[in-house]
């Protein structure tokens, strides 16, 4: 019965009496539950790569990767990315120290670092858009345009949920809830950082290959 709280913070009234509610949590649940959520996006990931690794060649007498991969500027997309996961480090080990506000501090840097590799890859897209490489010009760019803008739109919610994060740090400071939740958000960034290294080695340095 260990996963049975008594907790005075869920006492209630009923008239003269007063009585407890009984929460059915289980020890690191909640850890569990986004573990098998990592696992479905890893699935996700897989698909997206196993269609990319069948129709990267497929190019339908359009551009290549090597035509259209500008790999500096990606190479410094993948260092604001690494540069993130390193910076969100530091903040779990202000947490840990329960110093509150150079957590803030850190995730604030690490929000700055995700924003500047969503921009950049934004700036990338309107640039094979406007070099008419969109996703519908060959089998190559649907992959392509598929993959990258799936990543893409992780880190977005990512930066959303630190952002909701940062407030919930600040109003309520560092309460157990708000630990595991930036451990599940440590866990996503970081699964991240680790699909992406995948994107730059398996999509643009083998893109540029001939």
């Not at 006492?11 to 949590?25: A, C, D, F, P």
């Not at 573990?35 to 897989?46: G, K, N, P």
């Not at 958000?185 to 643009?204: A, C, K, M, P, Q």
Request: proline content about 3%; aromatic content about 14%; some cysteine.
């Amino acid at each position: 019965m260990s996963d049975i709280v008594i907790s005075p913070e869920v006492q209630k009234t009923h008239g003269n009496s007063r009585y407890y509610v009984l929460e059915h949590h289980p020890e690191n649940g909640t850890m569990l539950g986004f573990w098998i959520y990592l696992m479905s996006d890893c699935l996700i990931f897989a698909c997206l790569f196993a269609a990319y690794a069948v129709l990267g060649r497929n190019y339908a007498g359009g551009p290549t990767g090597a035509e259209l991969f500008d790999l500096p500027l990606v190479a410094i997309n993948t260092s604001l990315l690494l540069l993130s996961s390193i910076t969100y480090g530091f903040a779990m080990l202000e947490a840990q120290k329960k110093r509150l506000n150079t957590t803030i501090l850190w995730l604030v840097v690490t929000g700055i670092f995700g924003a500047g590799f969503i921009s950049l890859e934004l700036y990338e897209f309107m640039h094979l858009l406007h070099e008419g490489a969109g996703p519908q010009r060959s089998g190559f760019l649907t992959a392509f345009f598929s993959l990258v803008a799936t990543h893409g739109l992780h880190v977005t919610f990512g930066i959303v949920w630190l952002v909701t994060l940062c407030f919930q740090l600040k109003r309520h400071g560092l309460t157990g809830a708000n630990m595991r939740r930036l451990n599940c958000l440590s866990l996503f960034w970081h699964f991240l950082d680790i699909v992406w290294i995948g994107v730059f080695t398996f999509v643009y340095l083998m893109g540029v290959l001939p």
